[in-house]
């Protein structure tokens, strides 16, 4: 185990930066950069408020980065900024639950299984290719997880600074102004602290400038707008679609998603057992544990899928549900850490899932080193031959499978938003179209 699970946190992150790495720009990334070459930063914010969404602060965010675009290994940088700052976020928490609960883990085993939870939540995240490297769509659902975790912290921090207070403003705000599901779940769970009577000013405080937030989210133009273009839902309509996405969301991708993610989460167990405590958690019964964890983890997916088919009259995408994800990954490795710690009889069959676990890894970062690889040439490729080529209409070739990056395919039809957006991304004289 000594070697196995520092192996398992090093090819997690080898992963995420190699594909990062391999990422290109998608289809919405060029209509923003085409905005940028004709209009000036504050002319295309205001636009996006007060005419398609008020996502205000993740709105910022995009146009602030996608600046630098013709910057070398642009993507590569972001992701790479994007994954350090969730690592360092999760860091600082579980740094701050180890003095909270004075478990007393050692800095590099902190380290370590900080980088295991976010392979966890990785594989808790259904889309991953849209909410991790989709650049248009991470500035929204990938940032606000990255602004939860800097903000949860301070709640198990003893000694607050004023540094500490700033973070979760700033992460707060932002979650409020650009998350719409993830800022529900984060309002209900400061309610319930206030009515426990537990960190009621940092409670309120919370809840105070993620609600403004929202607010000022909700109650703009570019809002109201996209609410009178979207359907209305009739009762039994929203019921129906929110349960077809809640059973989409927990079992229709579960070999890819929830079941690796279970196996990853293995560590977490072990890392129970080195605790001295026994039962950490008065009265942790396994199996009245498991039942709340379930049942807490469908409560939330449906809670989400609801307020999302609410908002959007039809199937919510499956990005909005990373607030879901994150919830799930916490549960799941808080419940395997306390099962650890309540068994403490050695399971040698563990270091047997860890094996698994390395050799999954080993041949998951062999095979999509060849997807994305394959995938980013051919990108390549096509700009090069697009930008060679003077035809009145430009015709390319498909694009190969994307894995786990968020596909820049277009359409045969020149008339397609996906073509429309390419072709003022690359400011083109000619349409762009897909070989039939």
Not at 136 to 148: D, E, G, K, M, R
Not at 242 to 252: A, C, D, E, N, P
Not at 375 to 393: C, G, H, L, P, Q
Request: aromatic content about 20%.
């Amino acid at each position: 185990m000594k070697y196995l699970i520092p192996l398992q946190a090093l090819l997690l992150i080898l992963f995420l930066v190699i594909t990062s790495y391999f990422n290109r720009f998608a289809i919405d990334d060029y209509h923003f950069i085409g905005q940028l070459k004709v209009a000036s930063f504050s002319e295309i914010y205001s636009h996006l408020y007060y005419h398609w969404h008020g996502r205000w602060t993740s709105n910022f965010l995009l146009l602030f980065f996608l600046k630098y675009n013709q910057l070398p290994f642009f993507l590569m940088i972001f992701n790479l900024l994007s994954f350090g700052l969730l690592y360092v976020g999760i860091v600082r928490l579980f740094k701050s639950i180890n003095e909270f609960y004075q478990l007393q883990f050692q800095n590099k085993t902190i380290l370590t299984y900080s980088a295991i939870f976010i392979g966890v939540l990785f594989f808790c995240t259904i889309t991953p290719n849209e909410t991790w490297f989709w650049y248009t769509s991470s500035v929204v659902y990938f940032w606000s997880t990255i602004a939860f975790f800097f903000g949860f912290n301070l709640f198990f921090t003893k000694t607050k600074r004023w540094f500490d207070y700033l973070i979760f403003v700033i992460s707060t705000i932002y979650i409020g102004g650009a998350n719409e599901p993830l800022t529900f779940f984060i309002i209900s769970i400061l309610l319930l602290l206030i009515l426990k009577k537990k960190e009621v000013f940092l409670s309120g405080l919370g809840l105070v400038l993620i609600g403004s937030a929202f607010l000022i989210n909700y109650l703009s133009d570019g809002t109201t707008h996209r609410n009178l273009i979207t359907p209305n839902l009739s009762a039994i309509n929203l019921v129906l679609y929110t349960g077809y996405s809640t059973v989409k969301f927990l079992f229709f991708s579960i070999h890819q998603t929830f079941i690796p993610a279970l196996f990853l989460s293995a560590p977490f167990y072990l890392l129970g057992k080195k605790i001295n405590m026994l039962n950490l958690v008065e009265n942790f019964k396994p199996f009245k544990a498991l039942f709340w964890s379930i049942s807490l983890i469908i409560a939330t997916v449906i809670i989400n899928q609801l307020s999302v088919v609410y908002a959007l009259g039809g199937l919510s995408p499956d990005r909005a549900g990373m607030a879901s994800s994150v919830v799930i990954a916490i549960i799941l490795v808080r419940y395997l850490f306390l099962l650890g710690n309540y068994h403490q009889q050695n399971y040698d069959a563990l270091k047997y899932v860890m094996i698994v676990n390395v050799i999954f890894l080993f041949g998951f970062n062999i095979f999509y080193f060849n997807v994305h690889q394959q995938y980013a040439k051919a990108v390549d490729e096509r700009m090069e031959f697009i930008m060679k080529n003077d035809a009145s209409t430009i015709v390319v070739e498909a694009l190969p499978k994307s894995g786990y990056l968020y596909s820049s395919e277009i359409t045969t039809d020149s008339t397609n938003f996906k073509n429309t957006h390419l072709k003022e991304g690359l400011s083109l004289k000619h349409n762009v179209v897909l070989k039939n």
